[in-house]
């Protein structure tokens, strides 16, 4: 009996090869080996991430990355503000001390452990303490950027807000916009605090009306923010302020 007849098999031609480009490539996987994966031209290339300069958003970076509340300091050369809240999210008393340092005098503040009902070293030793109510605001940019900061004023800037937090043509804080804006020297300084209309930033004072989303997005201190020394840093501290009265 004769052997069946072999079919003849077609072959196929490969694809013309070409050479893999970075976008072709995976990441190496755990043998070190690279793995070519679908090539992703067809869906357009993926529009990088900008990152943005200027001043204004150097200062948001560092805030943002900063596990203390960022205060705001009025300046001679007028600030806008937006209140995030009606109410200051904090009231506390506080303590200003000077130190000697190797780079000079340098000025730093501490809670008074009066303020939680604790005895408290530098009210002993005759240090008078500074009432704080804490505001979360944001400066607003020319071009409508807002940034967060906590403003905390004393008893003469409170006294102000809290009557406009009694008009009913201003109230409440988080309405409008304020002007703030420090006049004088240290000890006879003066904070004035204007309010002024949304329409009026960019009529009167060349800056863009902020968008609400972004204002929504800013995230509020908390009293947690406030930094509360031990009992044995005040004593030290206390000690280093009685030599000074001596």
């Known amino acids: 009996m004769a052997p069946p007849s072999k079919r003849a098999v077609?072959?196929?031609?490969?694809?013309p090869r070409r050479d893999l480009d970075e976008r072709d490539i995976d990441e190496p996987d755990d043998n070190g080996d690279e793995r070519p994966r679908p090539s992703k031209r067809t869906a357009g290339p993926k529009a990088r991430p900008q990152i943005k300069g200027g001043v204004t958003e150097a200062?948001?970076?560092?805030?943002?990355?900063?596990?203390?509340?960022q205060a705001f300091k009025p300046e001679e050369k007028s600030s806008i503000i937006k209140f995030l809240e009606p109410v200051p999210y904090a009231a506390f008393r506080r303590h200003w001390v000077d130190?000697?340092?190797?780079?000079?005098?340098?000025t730093r503040a501490y809670t008074c452990l009066l303020t939680f009902g604790d005895e408290c070293p530098m009210c002993e030793v005759g240090d008078r303490p500074q009432a704080v109510a804490a505001y979360n605001i944001a400066?607003?940019?020319?071009d409508g950027t807002p940034i967060r900061k906590s403003w905390d004023v004393g008893a003469r800037a409170f006294n102000v807000l809290k009557s406009y937090s009694n008009d009913?043509?201003?109230?409440?804080l988080t309405r409008g916009f304020f002007l703030v804006s420090k006049t004088g020297k240290k000890g006879g300084s003066q904070i004035n605090i204007s309010p002024i209309r949304a329409s009026a930033l960019e009529e009167d004072y060349d800056t863009a009306i902020p968008d609400q989303a972004e204002l929504d997005k800013l995230e509020r201190y908390a009293p947690d923010i406030v930094e509360i020394p031990t009992i044995k840093k005040m004593r030290e501290v206390a000690a280093e302020v009685a030599e000074e009265y001596e």
């Open 10 to 15: 077609r072959r196929i031609p490969a694809p």
């Open 139 to 142: 400066i607003i940019s020319e």
């Open 168 to 172: 009913p043509k201003i109230a409440p």
């Open 59 to 69: 200062q948001r970076v560092m805030d943002s990355t900063s596990s203390f509340a």
């Open 99 to 106: 130190h000697q340092t190797k780079e000079g005098k340098q």
